[in-house]
């Protein structure tokens, strides 16, 4: 089997996590790397609907049921997206992954943390990141960078509840960043863009070395 390399992005709403992932796709083709992109929820015809239920669902999902069906998306797309392209030796870059279902479930919702990672781990079959890049910005400048109309994650009837939400996400991030520092790259997102692609860069061009990827690009 190749061996792939798997880097994930996470952070909260508007910290810049699809820039960032388009800007390092854009390096690794310059240095003729074969890519795969992609963002949770979505990624494959059952992904792509998920998202749209969870972004903007009529009716209201209940913590578990988005925990479930964030899974639900994740299992596809790990099992017909991102293991193949891993075992192509290609470098796969994910607008979020497990990680975030802890951040938003887990802190921001109030499952147990036990739960979520049991679940996480069935849906991925214990798949986890090569590095994870988290892109910290306080919640209250992430909220007021949207400038696309809200979905279920950034409105509410209440706007302090969806604030409260978001800092309890917020912190969230920084504890898993903590507990393992030798796998996440925390970065400020309020850093310009060209500075944080230039940090991930620095991090991201020595791992290349372990990486036996095919030339041809894969992008989804």
């Known amino acids: 089997m190749n061996v792939g390399l798997f880097i994930?992005?996470?952070g909260g709403e508007g910290a810049g996590k699809s820039t960032q992932v388009r800007l390092l796709r854009d390096r690794l083709k310059r240095r003729n790397?074969?890519?795969?992109?992609?963002?949770?929820?979505?990624?494959?015809?059952?992904?792509?609907?998920?998202?749209?239920l969870l972004k903007f669902s009529p009716?209201?999902?209940?913590?578990?049921?988005?925990l479930l069906l964030f899974n639900a998306s994740r299992a596809q797309?790990?099992?017909?997206v991102i293991r193949p392209a891993l075992e192509r030796g290609e470098v796969v870059l994910c607008d979020r992954f497990t990680d975030s279902t802890l951040a938003y479930q887990g802190y921001g919702r109030g499952i147990l943390l036990n739960a979520?990672?049991?679940?996480?781990?069935?849906?991925?079959?214990?798949?986890?990141p090569n590095l994870v890049i988290f892109?910290?910005?306080?919640?209250?400048?992430?909220?007021?960078?949207?400038?696309?109309?809200?979905?279920?994650?950034?409105?509410?009837?209440?706007?302090?509840?969806?604030?409260?939400?978001h800092q309890?996400?917020?912190?969230?991030?920084?504890?898993l960043a903590r507990r393992e520092p030798?796998?996440?790259?925390?970065?400020?997102?309020?850093?310009?863009?060209?500075?944080?692609?230039?940090?991930?860069?620095?991090?991201?061009?020595?791992?290349?070395?372990?990486?036996?990827?095919?030339?041809?690009?894969?992008?989804h």
């Open 8 to 10: 994930t992005f996470e």
């Open 33 to 52: 790397m074969s890519v795969t992109m992609v963002r949770e929820p979505g990624g494959t015809p059952l992904g792509d609907w998920l998202r749209q």
């Open 59 to 66: 009716t209201p999902l209940t913590p578990e049921a988005e």
């Open 77 to 80: 797309l790990v099992a017909d």
């Open 116 to 128: 979520v990672e049991d679940v996480n781990s069935i849906a991925t079959g214990g798949l986890k």
């Open 135 to 165: 892109l910290n910005l306080p919640p209250e400048e992430g909220l007021i960078r949207q400038s696309t109309p809200g979905d279920r994650f950034e409105t509410g009837p209440d706007q302090k509840d969806v604030v409260a939400f």
């Open 168 to 175: 309890r996400v917020h912190q969230g991030y920084l504890e």
């Open 182 to 219: 030798q796998r996440w790259l925390t970065l400020d997102a309020r850093l310009s863009p060209q500075e944080v692609s230039r940090l991930i860069w620095q991090r991201v061009e020595p791992l290349l070395e372990n990486v036996k990827a095919s030339r041809t690009p894969h992008d």
